[in-house]
């Protein structure tokens, strides 16, 4: 048997509900910094992030117990994790709104920008300042590095919404860039 390290999420989940609680560690210590890192993306707030990963964590562990094993574990805690800071966003009611007379171009291209090293700092900024819909699938996708399906899995949308709300924010992200 591999180390615990080098164990498949979902075999982890198996083990945990079966042998040994104390392996949840190890999930824990793979996603703690990533799914930070999306809460941050979400809320702008980094006690609130913790505070929503911790919760998230808690609520799947307890939660375990019904997680099909048959799909990814990842898809599961970002939906988890998703679903606080949206609680947490409700609660705090930080929603920001677009601008009345903007208009989405359709066809502009951005990725090659996100490419650059330099825009790095930029486009974390400016990502703050996007609307949660087109925030939250970008930094799913660039940041996250997940895939559309994954997205689609998170945030509980068809792969289209997703594909429209990315290219949104691209150009809601380029329209930021070039004013600033």
């Known amino acids: ?54 919760e998230s964590f808690i609520k799947a562990f307890i939660n375990l117990q019904g997680f099909d094993t048959q799909k990814r574990f990842s898809s599961w805690i970002y939906r988890i994790v998703h679903n606080e800071a949206m609680n947490s966003i409700r609660k705090y009611q930080k929603e920001i709104s677009l601008p009345e007379n903007f208009e989405f171009a359709s066809g502009e291209d951005i990725e090659a920008n996100f490419e650059q090293q330099e825009l790095v700092v930029a486009v974390r900024t400016h990502l703050k300042k996007l609307p949660l819909i087109y925030a939250e699938p970008l930094a799913l996708r660039y940041l996250e590095e997940k895939s559309y399906e994954e997205i689609s899995d998170i945030l509980h949308l068809p792969m289209g919404t997703v594909a429209t709300r990315i290219n949104r924010a691209k150009v809601l992200m380029k329209h930021l860039c070039q004013n600033h």
């Open 1 to 54: 048997m591999p180390p615990n390290e080098q164990l498949s999420d979902e075999i982890i989940v198996e083990q945990v509900r079966s042998v040994d609680q104390e392996l949840y560690v190890l999930l824990v210590e793979r996603y703690q910094h990533k799914l930070l890192r999306y809460a941050e993306s979400l809320l702008h707030d980094e006690h609130r992030a913790a505070d929503v990963v911790q």
